[in-house]
Every structure is written in C-alpha cells, then in structure tokens.
C-alpha cells in the first residue's frame, strides 16, 4: 500500500472494530491521510459522543507528527521540549489512541481510537494497523 484509500481505510477500520467488540467497548475509529485530512470514519454503537472529536484529533496528531500520540504525550508534559503543543494546529492529542500508518517507510496517514481506556484504544489502534 503506498496511498491511504477509502477501501484500505474501510477494511482496516472493520479490523479494529472487530478487536473493540472483543474488548468490550464501544469506540470511534478516525482515519486520516498524511495531510490529517478525514478519510474514514466510524463511530461503533453506544461510543461516547464527546470522544468523536478526540479519535479525530489523535489520528491527525499521529499523522502530522509522524509518531504514536503517546510518544508526543512523552515530550509535551511540563518542562518537555514540546510543552503546549496540544495547543497548535487547530488542538491535538497527546495521549495514546493515535497511530500513524506507514507504507513503505513513509507516513501515508494515521488512526485515530478514543471511546474506551488509553490500553482499549491504543489495542484497538494496533488492531487497525495489524
């Protein structure tokens, strides 16, 4: 896969949704193109309406900075070299749940979980990419 396509992002967000029914909770699953632009995204039922924007912002922070949320969540807490940078580009997230999706060693795009723990999102995150 060296682009992000709506049928790739479908069948891979299936994946996911599968994992979060087997964990037991209900998430919403972005997918975002290296730009952070929304190419899919599926809101499974009974997710929490409030972590819609979350999912989206974690996949976007994912693709911009080419790295897991939680590895930014790592240098962005007070004192760390990218303190306040949740605040930028329109808001981020910096915790886990979002995952970028590389093909051939270059960021084509991202995933974004959030409706369950950071550990349910970050798996259900990793059962996208698997």
Do not use: C
């Not at 949704?17 to 037991?24: P, V």
């Not at 911009?64 to 590895?71: D, G, K, M, Q, V």
Request: no cysteine; hydrophobic share 50%; proline share 2%.
């Amino acid at each position: 896969m060296s682009a992000l396509t709506l049928r790739e992002a479908t069948n891979r967000t299936t994946a996911a949704m599968r994992k979060a029914a087997e964990l037991g909770v209900a998430e919403n699953i972005a997918v975002v193109d290296a730009g952070g632009h929304l190419v899919h995204f599926a809101r499974m039922d009974g997710a929490w309406l409030g972590t819609i924007d979350i999912a989206i912002k974690k996949a976007r922070t994912a693709a911009l900075f080419e790295r897991p949320t939680a590895a930014i969540g790592e240098v962005s807490q007070p004192g760390g070299e990218l303190y306040n940078v949740e605040l930028t580009n329109g808001g981020l997230v910096t915790f886990g749940g979002g995952l970028p999706i590389i093909a051939d060693g270059h960021v084509i795009g991202a995933v974004g979980v959030s409706g369950g723990g950071i550990s349910e999102d970050t798996a259900v995150a990793e059962a996208f990419l698997a």
